[in-house]
């Protein structure tokens, strides 16, 4: 396949989006304003033509709106949430040319073999098998070129895309929500970041004997082209057919790789997708990508903290407090009530002492769907709300994992796993611990 990132790809790329948006705003306004009825499915099915086909940050973002409750509308949902990660992959001309680029004309002297067919192929760039001249089998992440503009001009048009939404619903505002995909997609384009979050993980799960990181080649990456050792595994939809008891374990491990950093550290993985990770035959987790990392204050996690309490002894005061220490401002009783419908449909499953299912009512196939909508009518009532930056990720995390717990029907006592990771929680503690551990692996605290 040609390299399709010249300025005249960019610009047929963008008129074809631009051309999609168009008519969906059309569509939107003759629903709003001449009282036609609006083809919500096909809109949907338009949206994920549109974005499913390009190789930029901007099917990323689909994906994300996908996992967020209530960013779009159930029809959305469903549509969007069948893009894939898997893109088809660049061809071996341009593999050969982007390698030059980074490792220069000799590149091929640097390995021992070098597979010119993708493994895997994503929205940011492709992966590639090769192996060391030390004998090391190792994974080469390779970014598209000329990614810099092409993320700006995608975020340019997610702008577009969250007034079109704000225009027409009021319950959500996104200003703060475009701010936080913004400063992740820029940091997720820096593979040298990524490399240093590795070295990040590594360091935090240092005590996980069942969750794998994969080990860094700086002298054969750059901030376009991340060298690490391949871990060899399944992906996770194959062990849905397995014993209870390993899908128990499986999902056990999974829980243990998000929150160990999450709660000791104030480090989150922001990006659950069944494409990050991988299962070994003892049911343990090889994570894989680390682009998309979100750090918290520690205040910020003791504010997840006290809303479990809140929840757990129906504390309304600290509950105001959990919302206000996480950046809700001007919150109502009502709000307040609103916003607990969610979070108690979150922490439903930590708030219940015994094994059970992630979720055991049904909500029609799409997660969370029936307490979103009802949460989404009540805010649009009362005026809406203005998310907080941080919880974007957050609750992205917390969504997609559940995801994937239910994937896997696993039945584990979630409470007892809850108050094994939150016991002595100190908020000092982590700060300090966290300081150190971005310290020692040269990663920025985010604003």
């Known amino acids: 396949m040609r390299d399709d990132n010249t300025l005249s790809g960019r610009v047929r790329r963008y008129a074809r989006v631009s051309a999609s948006m168009g008519a969906v705003a059309a569509r939107f306004g003759a629903e709003r304003l001449f009282g036609l009825p609006l083809d919500r499915p096909r809109l949907a099915a338009d949206l994920r033509q549109a974005l499913g086909?390009?190789?930029?940050?901007?099917?990323?973002?689909?994906?994300?709106?996908?996992?967020?409750p209530d960013a779009l509308r159930d029809e959305y949902i469903v549509e969007l949430a069948q893009l894939q990660a898997n893109a088809p992959s660049m061809g071996w001309p341009f593999v050969k040319r982007r390698m030059a680029a980074e490792l220069g004309a000799d590149w091929r002297k640097r390995f021992a073999e070098f597979e010119p067919e993708a493994a895997a192929a994503a929205s940011l760039g492709q992966v590639h098998r090769a192996t060391g001249l030390?004998?090391?089998?190792?994974?080469?992440?390779?970014?598209?070129p000329d990614m810099e503009s092409v993320v700006e001009a995608d975020l340019r048009q997610l702008r577009l895309i969250f007034a079109i939404y704000r225009r027409y619903d009021k319950a959500i505002d996104p200003s703060r929500v475009h701010a936080e995909i913004a400063a992740r997609l820029r940091e997720e384009i820096d593979y040298d970041?990524?490399?240093?979050?590795?070295?990040?993980?590594?360091?935090?799960?240092?005590?996980?004997?069942?969750?794998?990181?994969p080990e860094p080649a700086p002298e054969l990456s750059t901030g376009r082209l991340l060298t690490m050792t391949w871990l060899?595994?399944?992906?996770?939809?194959?062990?849905?057919?397995?014993?209870?008891?390993?899908?128990?374990?499986?999902?056990?491990?999974m829980f243990r790789a998000w929150?160990?950093?999450?709660?000791?550290?104030?480090?989150?993985?922001?990006?659950?997708?069944?494409?990050?990770?991988?299962v070994r035959p003892d049911c343990s987790v090889n994570l894989l990508d680390y682009g998309c990392i979100r750090v918290f204050p520690a205040k910020f996690i003791q504010g997840v903290i006290d809303l479990y309490h809140?929840?757990?002894?129906d504390d309304m005061d600290l509950a105001v407090h959990a919302y206000e220490t996480w950046g809700f401002k001007g919150l109502s009783r009502e709000v307040i009530e609103v916003l607990?419908?969610?979070?108690?449909?979150?922490?439903?499953?930590?708030?219940?002492?015994r094994a059970r299912r992630i979720q055991e009512a049904a909500e029609g196939g799409v997660y969370g769907a029936?307490?979103?909508?009802?949460v989404h009518r009540e805010l649009h009532r009362l005026g809406g709300v203005r998310p907080p930056s941080e919880f974007v990720y957050m609750d992205r995390a917390a969504i997609g994992l559940g995801s994937v717990f239910l994937h896997l029907d696993a039945e584990i006592n979630w409470h007892a796993l809850f108050e094994e990771l939150i016991e002595d929680f100190d908020a000092k503690r982590l700060h300090r611990r966290q300081t150190a551990a971005l310290k020692r692996a040269d990663v920025p605290r985010q604003a």
């Open 259 to 278: 929150y160990v950093p999450f709660y000791e550290y104030g480090v989150i993985h922001g990006d659950p997708h069944l494409g990050n990770y991988t």
């Open 193 to 213: 970041l990524e490399r240093r979050h590795m070295g990040l993980y590594t360091r935090m799960l240092r005590r996980e004997s069942q969750v794998h990181v």
């Open 310 to 313: 809140a929840l757990q002894n």
């Open 370 to 374: 029936r307490v979103a909508a009802k």
């Open 53 to 68: 086909g390009l190789k930029g940050p901007l099917m990323k973002v689909a994906q994300l709106m996908s996992t967020i």
């Open 134 to 144: 030390d004998g090391q089998l190792l994974a080469c992440k390779l970014q598209y």
């Open 232 to 253: 060899d595994g399944e992906p996770l939809m194959r062990w849905v057919g397995r014993t209870k008891a390993e899908r128990n374990r499986l999902a056990h491990n």
């Open 340 to 353: 607990n419908l969610w979070g108690y449909f979150v922490y439903n499953p930590v708030l219940d002492d």
